[in-house]
């Protein structure tokens, strides 16, 4: 069973910035992607961006700008880095892996709120 983390969370004030990692380790041996997505109380889980094994980034149109995926050599770890925060960008952020198969594991979130 892989575990999947989140951390890098944080209280920030608007207009700062934040880079959020999640890392992967044991239950899988290869990842196809990992994606980001954030939720607030009430509402649906949404789509951030994704990053592939084959380093192909894809955005939602609302992250376009001001958030930036990454990752590290191993492949098991990603990044999302945030800048010029807002408010509205308040929410619990998680990482989801899927693998080669299309299992899909989700990590338990990280908060980042953002002060206004």
């Known amino acids: 069973q892989a575990q999947v983390v989140e951390s890098g969370g944080g209280l920030v004030q608007a207009g700062g910035s934040l880079r959020l990692s999640c890392t992967t380790t044991?239950?899988?041996?290869?990842?196809?992607?990992i994606g980001w997505y954030r939720q607030t109380p009430g509402n649906q889980r949404e789509f951030i961006g994704e990053?592939?094994?084959?380093?192909?980034?894809i955005y939602a149109d609302s992250a376009k700008g001001r958030f930036t995926i990454s990752r590290d050599n191993t492949g098991n770890t990603a990044y999302l880095q945030m800048i010029n925060l807002k408010p509205e960008d308040t929410a619990e952020y998680y990482c989801k892996v899927t693998t080669p198969r299309a299992v899909v594991y989700w990590g338990r979130g990280t908060q980042v709120t953002v002060s206004s």
């Open positions: 990053i592939s094994s084959a380093g192909i980034i």
């Open positions: 044991g239950g899988t041996r290869s990842i196809n992607a």
